[in-house]
Structures are given as structure tokens and as C-alpha cells.
């Protein structure tokens, strides 16, 4: 229900936020950052609060030459205790570089839909949860916990219109298999209250809503008010970006991730707890946003700027 | 109003902001006839509601100095209404010359605000109104009230909800037929946005609120969704995000027309607009004033 019970909350009293700007953010921004730069990046992240960052991904640099450092990234950040430092393994040599580089939580990547999956990484949705199998066998054996990622939830690229039946069938299988979240994707951001409410009613049938996560995209300006129905409904972990990092590659000049900084601003409005020092997130938007040499995507970091 | 299974309004009146709220607040003055171009698109996408122009002193608000060849220029389309700012006697009667059959007026929250911004007391600016909208009233001609820093005062900080329903009590309870309740600097979120709007419904029927959000924190949207789940079911917005916030260099003021219609369509709920015209005449006056929209949808929308 939308209605008006709804904008009573109860809300959330805590939610935790997940901060996805040095791995997704990066990964889709135009420039290559540096490796100190990387690492500077996540140290100054680990100051401001966060419980969660994601560091990096252990994927071959043929394909995403941005995160090429992983090894010298995760060897190299301040690993605070408090704060977990998932990183992205795709497939099980992925996940063993990841271990022997210190990681203690990773991250795997499904998707709600055929096409995406088939250009993304060249094969069926139920092939790509076969790969991941062999991740979670490895993962459950050296007490690594596993977060699960579904792209395309609210829409596609390629296929457009996404079934919240499949979103909840896919969500189902990767809980299945041992993931202690579900993060849901709004991959090119066309969701709106409405379509994030219905998915989210079929999911939680399949998954409890204290093991999910929604990753919403601005590239249509609908982040926060799907983020608030979410919250709704009783969704407690937000991911973000520091600074609004990464770009929408499927609209050139468009924006992707909803900024971690106007998130904040807003659970702050309504009361909720996330632990995060709003000030020094947005001093640390400001330092890899110089050191991209970029404007900040955040409009708190905007507006607060008084020149 | 009638309610879907949701429990949302069915339909959503957008009040068109963009030549008026929008353009006054552009670094560029924009020549008459492009104004009079904006507007006349506009009329054509649906739009129920497009605030035309501001009767005030060209001293004050040179952007607006064209406002009588504006207000004569435009086509009027039927069914379409297009209210003009009357700040007081004097303006109403010039715009009532001009051809305007809607004005609006300009009340605050904060007192602060209201000697800053119009060298009188909220108290003082209530008896200016009251002129207008007695006029207004012997001529049969609506009024609608707006309530700046409804959620935030750049001068004075935090706005005690129970003040803005009084000046909403006070703008009503003279004639004006909507109340236009404004996050004036963009700082509310959904918490204070439903305090604020829990105060202000005990004293004006819901279906006399609008709800006027900027966008410079990045919350206007989530502000605009808590709104319409308390039945508010009239909103404000600007073609393009047009209209920067004066009081934080740089940001963003207005929502965009297109992010919010988009919601809304998302929504099930109907607006009678057609976003593809709004997102066309988004990009005309963005082309105009050589400035990039700061809507997210026709962003994203114009691409490649």
C-alpha cells in the first residue's frame, strides 16, 4: 500500500548504508583513478561512519581495466574494525584472488533478465547462478559471507519491462544458494514508486525484508522516493555512491548512482539512524571529485557549497 | 478528491511554474518573445495551470518587466489557466488590465523572510493581500496563496509548523481558493514535510493544499510521494528545473515538470500531460537561455 498509512512510516529506526562508490562508482566513471587515489578514497570513507564500502572487484582487467588494482586496493586500504569490505568475484578464480588478498565478504551479480544477462556475460541467468555455485560452495567453506546482487529489477535496457515475478524468482534462487542479502537493482533507474512498490510486494513473499537490499539509480530522478517507498515497506539497507559516482553507461551524460550524501540527508530528515557523519562524506565527495577533476552529482554537496 | 486502491489521488493538478517562479530566477533575462514561445508550448502539452508572469515593479524584478506584453502576447488556450503575481493593489488592477482572470499572492512563514524579501511585517503583507483579494472578489476572479519557507528559512533556519498553518489560515480565510505551501530554500525532507502538512490540514481542507518543493537538497521528489500519500493532489513544478535557488550559489531551485510528471506516471496517477511536449518545450527554452536542463528525465531521455 502507497496510501497515507504508508507516509506515517513506521519507518526504519536504523538502516544501514552501503557505500558502493569506490567499486561501482568508479568502475563507471570516464577517468581511470589512480591507485592511491583508490585507496585514499576508501580510507576517508571508513572516517565518515559507514559500516559498508564496497573496495573492489576481483574481475579480469581484459573487461574492466578500471579495477585492474584490485589486488594492490584491497592489500593496500586501512581495514577498520566495524566496517566490511566486500569486493565482486565473479567466478571462483575471482574469489580465491580475493581471499588471498585479505577479503573476508564478497559479492556476486545476477540478473532479472535474460537479454542483459546474455550481453553482459554471455550466457543464460540460470548458467550464471550455476558459475556461482561453485563461489558459494568455497565462499560457505572458509565462513566468507556472500551478498547477492539482482540487476535489472525494475526494467531493462534490452528487454524493457521486467516481470516483478521473475525479480522475485531470481532473488529467490541466489537466497537459496546462501547469500545473506539480496541487494536489488534499479540498473538504468526507470522505476518509479509504483513499479518499486510491486516488486518489492513479490520479492518479500520469496525473501524476508530484513535480508534486502535496494540499489536504486538517478538516472531519471526517482532515487529517494523509490528509496523512501522501500523503506516503506520495511527495506533497511540503502546502497549509495559517494558524490553521485558513476555514469548510467546505457544513457551517455545521464547519471547512475543516487548520491550517499542526499540519502543521508534524508534518512537524517526522518530520524533514522545510520551512524554516518554527513560533513565528512561530503568532504570526502569533494576530495575524488577534484581528484577526478569532476563536478559533485550530489545536491546537498551542491546547495551547501555557499560561494 | 477520489482515491485509487493505493489509497493515492486519481488525478494530480501541475501548476506550471516555469515562466514565472522559472525564469525570474535565471541569470538571463529572457526577450519577450521567447517567453511568450515557452508559454505557448506549454499551453499545448496539457498542462491545466501555467503561471504566466508577475505583476511587480520592474525595479524590483526587471525579469518580469514584460509582463503586460506577455500576459498580451500568449495564446489562451481554453481550459487552460494562466495566474499572474499580484503583490499588491496596484498590480492586480494593472494585471487585471492586461487581460490576467487568476492572480496569486505571496505570503511567508517567516517573518525574517518576509522583511528581507518585501520590507514588511508577515502581519503587514496579510493587510496588502487582503486589498487584492477583496478586489479579486467584487470581480469573481480566483486568488491563490502562497506560503514561502514553509519547511526552512534561509534567514531564520527551522519554521515551527503550527506558524505556517496560521499564515495558511490567514490566506484562506480571505479568499484565496489554494494554498501553494513552499520548501522555499529545498532543505525539507518527508519527516518535516509531513509534520508541516499535519499542522496545516487541521486548519485548510486537503483539497485547497498544493505543494511547492525545490529541489536544491535533492528532495523534492521524495517530498512531493510523502504529499500525495497525505492526499495532497495538486503540485508545482518547472519545466527543466528552470530557476536556480538565490539564496545557495549555484544549486538548484525548482523540480522539474518532467521528473515529476514521470513519477506520477509511474504511479498510475493522471495528470492530463503529455511529458514528451513537456521534455520538447524543456529543451526550447534550455536551447534559449544555452543552459542544460536540470531535469533528470529529459536528461536521460535526450541522450544517445
Not at chain 1, 529506526?13 to 558502493?20: N, Y
Not at chain 1, 561530503?282 to 546537498?300: E, Q, W, Y
Request: glycine fraction near 10%.
Amino acid at each position: 500500500q502507497v496510501s497515507s498509512a504508508a507516509a506515517s512510516g513506521p519507518y526504519p529506526k536504523r538502516v544501514k548504508v552501503v557505500e558502493v562508490g569506490p567499486r561501482d562508482g568508479l568502475q563507471n566513471e570516464k577517468n581511470v583513478v589512480p591507485t592511491p587515489v583508490k585507496i585514499n578514497l576508501i580510507n576517508m570513507l571508513s572516517e565518515t561512519g559507514l559500516q559498508v564500502i564496497e573496495a573492489t572487484s576481483f574481475v579480469s582487467p581484459k573487461w574492466v581495466p578500471q579495477m585492474a588494482d584490485h589486488t594492490e586496493v584491497m592489500q593496500g586500504i586501512n581495514k577498520l574494525p566495524g566496517i566490511s569490505y566486500p569486493v565482486l568475484t565473479p567466478n571462483l578464480k575471482g574469489f580465491q584472488a580475493a581471499v588471498a588478498a585479505g577479503a573476508k565478504e564478497v559479492s556476486i551479480f545476477g540478473a532479472a533478465s535474460e537479454m542483459f544477462t546474455k550481453k553482459n556475460i554471455n550466457c543464460s541467468i540460470e548458467e550464471s547462478l550455476e558459475r556461482f555455485d561453485e563461489v558459494m560452495r568455497a565462499a560457505r567453506e572458509a565462513s566468507i559471507p556472500v551478498r547477492g546482487y539482482v540487476s535489472c529489477v525494475l526494467g531493462c535496457p534490452y528487454e524493457g519491462k521486467i516481470s516483478a515475478a521473475k525479480v522475485a524468482e531470481v532473488s529467490k534462487k541466489m537466497y537459496s544458494m546462501g547469500c545473506y542479502e539480496i541487494s536489488l537493482g534499479d540498473t538504468i533507474g526507470v522505476g518509479t514508486p509504483g513499479s518499486m512498490r510491486e516488486m518489492l510486494a513479490a520479492v518479500m513473499k520469496e525473501v524476508p525484508v530484513g535480508a534486502l537490499a535496494v540499489h536504486c539509480h538517478d538516472t531519471y530522478g526517482q532515487a529517494l522516493a523509490n528509496i523512501l517507498l522501500a523503506l516503506q515497506m520495511g527495506v533497511s539497507v540503502v546502497d549509495a555512491s559517494v558524490a553521485g559516482l558513476g555514469g548510467c553507461p546505457y544513457a551517455r551524460g545521464a547519471s547512475g548512482n543516487v548520491a550517499t550524501e542526499d540519502l543521508v540527508y534524508m534518512l537524517n530528515g526522518l530520524g533514522i539512524h545510520t551512524g554516518v557523519d554527513l560533513q565528512k562524506l561530503m568532504d570526502t565527495g569533494t576530495f575524488i571529485c577534484n581528484a577526478l577533476n569532476r563536478k559533485t552529482n550530489s545536491k546537498v554537496s551542491q546547495a551547501s557549497c555557499r560561494l | 478528491q477520489e482515491l485509487q486502491a493505493s489509497g493515492l489521488p486519481e488525478y494530480i493538478k501541475i501548476v506550471e511554474v516555469g515562466p514565472r517562479d522559472g525564469l525570474q530566477n535565471e541569470k538571463v533575462i529572457v526577450p519577450t518573445d521567447i517567453k511568450i514561445e515557452l508559454i505557448n508550448q506549454l499551453s499545448k502539452t496539457g498542462l491545466p495551470a501555467i503561471e504566466a508572469t508577475s505583476f511587480v515593479s520592474s525595479k524590483w524584478v526587471p525579469q518580469m518587466a514584460d509582463h503586460e506584453e506577455v500576459m498580451r502576447g500568449i495564446e489562451r488556450h481554453p481550459g487552460v489557466q494562466y495566474p499572474v503575481l499580484t503583490p499588491n493593489l496596484q498590480g492586480f488592477h494593472s494585471a487585471i488590465a492586461a487581460g490576467a482572470t487568476e492572480v496569486s499572492v505571496f505570503g511567508a512563514a517567516s517573518e525574517s523572510f518576509s522583511k528581507m524579501n518585501i520590507n514588511c511585517s508577515i502581519e503587514e503583507s496579510i493587510e496588502r493581500f487582503e486589498e487584492v483579494t477583496k478586489s479579486a472578489r467584487n470581480m469573481n476572479i480566483p486568488v491563490r496563496g502562497y506560503v514561502s519557507c514553509a519547511l526552512g528559512c534561509p534567514y531564520e533556519g527551522n519554521i515551527v509548523p503550527d506558524k505556517v498553518a496560521e499564515v495558511s489560515k490567514r490566506l484562506y480565510s480571505m479568499g484565496c481558493y489554494e494554498i501553494s505551501l513552499g520548501d522555499t530554500i529545498g532543505v525539507g525532507t518527508p519527516g518535516s514535510m509531513k509534520k508541516m502538512l499535519e499542522a496545516v490540514m487541521k486548519e485548510i481542507p486537503l483539497n485547497a493544499l498544493a505543494v511547492h518543493c525545490h529541489d536544491t537538497y535533492g528532495q523534492a521528489l521524495a517530498n512531493i510521494l510523502t504529499a500525495i500519500q497525505m492526499g495532497v493532489a495538486v503540485v508545482d513544478s518547472s519545466v527543466a528545473g528552470l530557476g536556480g535557488c538565490p539564496y545557495a550559489k549555484g544549486a538548484t531551485g525548482n523540480v522539474a515538470t518532467e521528473d515529476v510528471i514521470y513519477m506520477l506516471n509511474g504511479l498510475g496517477i493522471n495528470t492530463g500531460v503529455n511529458l514528451y511536449a513537456v521534455m520538447e518545450a524543456g529543451n526550447f527554452i534550455c536551447t534559449a537561455l544555452n543552459k542544460k536542463t536540470n531535469s533528470k528525465v529529459a536528461q536521460a531521455s535526450f541522450s544517445t
